[in-house]
């Protein structure tokens, strides 16, 4: 549970830089390490914050491409293309959402090259109807999530 503007600040704060030290967050917002510490906990006990992560920049890793990938998918296969997802089947995938619509699935992938995307479309193309949109520039990233006002 977020219970004031101080959580509200140490949340902006860590959703821009996780390893932030308590120490800093607590002279950003007034706070000793410790009782920002409680506050970190007391947010995680509640699930207001669910992890840590890290980001790696897929092109340094080989993954030249990025495409985002939907596709509509008929209940029958659906359950074939969550089991494949189970299995591993698309290592290039780094996400996956159900949505509404007429493509019922939005992914999206990192390939070394375009040849590597087509053999990822023809296997994706097994469970349902794939389109694809090749990501040229990625404008903004992780951004921070803030207060819900309405």
Known sequence: MVKDDLDW?????LQKNARL???HIGRVVGLSPSAVAERVQRMEDTEVITGYTMQVNPAKLGWSLSAFIMMSVNRINFQSFTDALDADAYPEMVECTRVTG???????FHVKDSKHLEEVINRLAQHGDPTTLLILNELMKNGTI???TH
Do not use: H, T
């Open 146 to 148: 803030g207060r819900c």
């Open 21 to 23: 030290p308590f120490a």
């Open 9 to 13: 600040k140490i949340l902006e704060l």
């Open 102 to 108: 007429k493509d019922c699935l939005i992914m999206k």
